[in-house]
Nanobody, 116 residues
Framework: QVQLVESGGGLVQPGGSLRLSCAASGNIFSMIAMDWYRQPPGRERELVATITLSGSTNYADSVKGRFTISRDIAKNTVYLQMNSLKPEDTAVYYC??????????WGQGTQVTVSS
């Protein structure tokens, strides 16, 4: 069974950068797509970025031009590079994989706080 583990969260000042990692215990090609979601305090979880099996990417309007999703196939890891961070980017960030066989797998989340 594939498991996902996020890392890289923390406290950063506005305008700063962070890179989140999502390491899969199995082959990332067992998933047809991998996503980064986030859940701000008191709000619903929202989709931030997606990378498909073919490598196509898609982003929420709120992060376009600032965030980049990428993957390292050899390391079975997906990344979220976050630049020009804003206080409204503060959230728990989750990695999700859509399994080929059906269903989803989620990581445990990593906290990102943007504050001066």
């Amino acid at each position: 069974q594939v498991q996902l583990v996020e890392s890289g969260g923390g406290l950063v000042q506005p305008g700063g950068s962070l890179r989140l990692s999502c390491a899969a215990s199995g082959n990332i090609f067992s998933m047809i797509a991998m996503d980064w979601y986030r859940q701000p305090p008191g709000r619903e979880r929202e989709l931030v970025a997606t990378i498909t099996l073919s490598g196509s990417t898609n982003y929420a309007d709120s992060v376009k031009g600032r965030f980049t999703i990428s993957r390292d196939i050899a390391k079975n890891t997906v990344y979220l590079q976050m630049n020009s961070l804003k206080p409204e980017d503060t959230a728990v960030y989750y990695c999700k994989g859509a399994l080929r066989r059906g269903g989803d797998v989620w990581g445990q989340g990593t906290q990102v706080t943007v504050s001066s």
